[in-house]
């Protein structure tokens, strides 16, 4: 079993069986991770590694359209596309404190 801490809620810590995926363990146990296309198409689940992000499997291409290497380099994945194989804690940035997507150049306001 690993151990997951969710440090945005609270500190909640779960356990689940190794190579579980981090969005599905969060669902299951309610660890609070953004979500909301579940299969890394849309990058709301974006959270950073805190701890234990060598217990991660590898980046995938899906999350390389949505973090950039920087962001990779200090911890971020998504969460729909991790699965672990060892204990980590994670934090995100809560739905309603992240700043609006900006427009796709060309794009008028509504």
Same mark, same amino acid.
Request: charged share 25%; with cysteine.
């Given at each position: 079993?690993?151990?997951?801490?969710?440090?945005?809620?609270?500190?909640?810590?779960?356990?689940?069986?190794?190579?579980?995926?981090?969005?599905?363990?969060?669902?299951?146990?309610?660890?609070?991770?953004?979500?909301?296309?579940?299969?890394?198409?849309?990058?709301?689940?974006?959270?950073?590694?805190?701890? @234990?992000?060598? &217990?991660?499997?590898? #980046?995938?291409?899906? =999350? +390389?359209?949505?973090?950039?290497? *920087?962001?990779? /380099?200090?911890?971020?994945?998504?969460?729909?596309?991790?699965?672990?194989? @060892?204990?980590? &804690?994670?934090?995100? #940035?809560?739905?309603? =404190? +992240?700043?609006?997507?900006?427009? *796709?150049?060309? /794009?008028?306001?509504?």
């Amino acid at each position: 079993m690993v151990q997951v801490t969710f440090i945005t809620n609270d500190n909640k810590v779960v356990s689940a069986p190794e190579n579980s995926n981090l969005l599905r363990v969060s669902l299951r146990e309610k660890g609070g991770i953004p979500f909301k296309c579940g299969g890394g198409l849309c990058g709301t689940c974006k959270c950073k590694i805190e701890v @234990g992000i060598a &217990s991660t499997d590898a #980046i995938k291409d899906k =999350e +390389r359209k949505h973090l950039t290497e *920087a962001e990779f /380099a200090s911890g971020y994945r998504m969460a729909c596309q991790t699965f672990l194989n @060892g204990d980590v &804690s994670v934090s995100w #940035i809560p739905l309603a =404190e +992240r700043r609006p997507a900006k427009p *796709a150049a060309g /794009a008028t306001p509504a």
